[in-house]
């Protein structure tokens, strides 16, 4: 049974709001658990799950690395997507599995983020079977990109290489983390102790620093697209 | 200009059974593991210069020719990435092919709705070790004998791991009752000229042009094409295959047949569901409730257990002899439901959300039954069941599309989104739904849903893998390894 904490346990405790603990640990602990036990970078997109309601409204969150981030390298990005609008929407009207989509120009990256039904490669796919002068158009803008144009004929490296840079979600229930981390690394039927749940997010973390915090919220759960377009009668 | 056709050099060094399937009673494929990499390979040496006795020859499409006698046996080989590896591809080579087949079905399990009873984490020897798995030799044969002559022969050169018996049940039909099997791809240029069928018939659902099946053809995405795995000796004009062990719960099946008929009585819209109209001239010495049996084993499969589709079985009326055929398509009054297992899986030119996907997806099926025999008067509960072939150019692209999108989810039309396959699908009893058609009450009549619930998982998976089948340019590849 617990009782009134010990001495050791209110010392230990209070570690992580001491300055000179929070120096240690960002210069030495850190590091050294990152050397002893490294955490693999885990895969990006949203994981396949049995409920059918896990499997709609997936959220993609594509970043993707301006080979020019100067203001120039972002205009000629901005005119890129500005010039392919209407194949975009005719992409979207093809697919017919997505709920929306955006681009965004962040840091040194132009970000694609999108929310869309069902399988992620069958969306890369369709999409690419549509409209892949789109993508070859921005695969001109990336790092990476060159390698993979004309996209339509490479068509699994590219849709890798999507997975690839798809930001990892961090699950919605923290301890699924040590699932993710023990399948990433071939281990089974391991024990964990919640207590070490810090330490392996922040290990974690060192290895997917940019991540999706959770899979997204929905607002009308289980819904599909088409299920949306059909009831407001706009033909799906 | 040829590019889309085969030349007689390339149809030549196909692996049988892929174009045009064996009409062989018999199977056995042997799950082989490849312990001593110096005999497997000169046993694929062998295997493709036909110049040994003790090793059997690939079998390759050959074109029937008069005079010729078909084969009685027939020998192919397909190759899982980790059977490869094994035999020393390089690391280069090994990296060329696509992820879904590096990581190898037990990795895919989720969008295969492989969890639950179905998880590999069940499945018996030797799926439990999927690195042991290295290739799956499929034998076919007129006589069971062949089948232990052909399996020693392999066994001197590969540590034999795993065997599966298959058979052909009478009249094409499948564990569950219903004719197989009836709608195959066709392919452009391979098939005969024209979209028509044996008896001159238009066929409504389009040829495929061969990129569909053989890698390095054209797909029907115009400019998509498919990755041939490197060397080009080894990858061009393969193609893949999913081999899936699949039990079926055949007095599952049969239970859930008569509670519903008794559910649908007792409720009080027996009467009008769709398919009555068609009962008596597809089983015309069924009456009541065997008759409604019939009629909703009908809706759930999209065709009679006889083969014959819900959407043509009126030309019985006319045509009592008439037999199934596969020309029809699905029109917006189809009386077939939406979520019947080959509509969803097979939508042809019918409308679907993914627009461009009609006749994407298509795959090449070659199955057998497998397990003891059934007697639905004496219930038991041994294994029985069908190993599965699911064949195509891209697993990713094919079959794992159907699987996670269509088969289960049911992403194709708004009304079955969120329910799974009633025949295949990873239905649980609590979740799972299935909307019949019923004709409604008032005039003039059309079509209705009806919802049933608790439709239980009749397919579990045992068991399966990943492999590639390569011609015997690329078997030849294998051979010459020197790593």
Known sequence: MTSTPSWLDRFVDGLPDKGWFQFLARNLVVPYWVWRDPRPKLPGGPRSAPQSGENLQRMMNLIMPLKDPSPIGRAKAALVVAQNVDEIFAGLDNVGTVHNARFLLLGNNLCMISVYDGDFTNYIRDFIATIGSVFDAIMDLVEGGDDLKPTEQNIERFIDWVHAHDLFQVPDFPTDLFTLQDEARGLTGRDHSVLSLPRDYILQFHANPDVSLGGGYRAYPGVSAAQIRESQGMGW | ?483
């Not at chain 2, 084969?71 to 591809?89: C, E, S, Y």
């Not at chain 2, 037999?323 to 939406?338: E, I, K, R, T, W």
């Not at chain 2, 009806?450 to 998982?457: E, F, Y």
């Open chain 2, 1 to 483: 200009m040829t590019a889309g056709y085969l030349v007689e050099d390339e149809i030549g060094i196909v692996q049988g059974n892929i174009l045009r399937g064996y009409k062989l009673p018999y199977v056995r494929h042997l799950v082989l593991e490849v312990a001593d990499r110096t005999a497997a390979r000169a046993f694929l040496g062998a295997a493709v210069a036909g110049d040994n006795p003790d090793v059997p020859q690939i079998t390759t499409e050959q074109p029937d020719r008069p005079g010729v006698p078909k084969a009685t046996v027939t020998f192919n080989l397909g190759f899982t990435w980790q059977g490869l590896k094994a035999l020393g591809l390089a690391d280069q080579e090994l990296r060329s092919f696509p992820t879904e087949f590096i990581e190898g079905m037990t990795r895919r399990a989720a969008k295969l709705g492989d969890f639950g009873d179905s998880d590999p984490c069940h499945w018996p020897s030797p799926y439990r070790q999927p690195d042991r798995v290295h290739v799956i030799a499929s034998v076919y044969a007129t006589d069971e004998g062949e089948l232990n002559t052909v399996q020693d022969q392999v066994s001197r050169s590969f540590k034999v791991i795993g065997v599966h018996n298959g058979y052909a049940l009478p009249e094409g039909k499948v564990y569950f009752g219903y004719k197989d099997g009836m709608s195959q791809p066709r392919f452009v240029g391979f098939h005969g000229s024209g979209p028509r069928d044996g008896k001159n018939h238009r066929i409504v659902e389009p040829e495929d042009p061969l990129g569909t099946v053989l890698l390095g053809k054209p797909t029907r995405l115009r400019d998509l094409e498919y990755a041939i795995p490197q060397p080009d000796q080894l990858g061009r004009l393969g193609t893949f295959n999913a081999f899936r062990v699949l039990q079926q719960d055949c007095f599952g099946f049969e239970d859930f047949l008569t509670s519903t008929a008794e559910l649908l009585q007792k409720q009080g819209v027996a009467d009008r569901l769709v398919g009555n109209e068609h009962a008596k001239l597809v089983y015309p010495e069924l009456k009541g409730r065997d008759a409604l049996r019939e009629v909703i084993a009908a809706q759930l499969c999209g065709r009679w257990r006889t083969g014959m589709p819900m959407q043509l079985a009126g030309i019985l009326k006319s045509n009592p002899d008439a037999q199934p055929s596969n020309q029809f398509d699905y029109g917006s009054h189809a009386l077939c439901p939406v979520g019947s297992h080959i509509r969803r899986n097979n939508p042809r030119g019918g409308e679907v959300v993914q627009r461009i996907a009609n006749f994407t997806r298509r795959l090449i099926r070659r199955g057998m039954c497998y397990g003891h025999p059934l007697d639905l008067k004496r219930p038991d509960n041994l294994e029985r069941g069908l190993l599965g072939n699911f064949i195509g150019a891209s697993l990713g692209a094919q079959f794992e599309a159907v699987m996670c999108d269509w088969l289960n989810l049911g992403l194709n039309s708004p009304e079955i989104t969120g329910s799974n396959d009633p025949l295949l699908g990873a239905n649980t009893v609590e979740t799972s739904w299935f909307d019949l058609n019923l004709w409604t009450e008032v005039k003039p009549k059309t079509i209705e849903k009806h919802r049933i619930h608790g439709l239980p998982r009749f397919v579990t998976t045992r068991g399966g893998a990943y492999t590639f089948l390569p011609t015997v340019a690329g078997i030849s590849y294998l051979a010459g390894l020197r790593s």
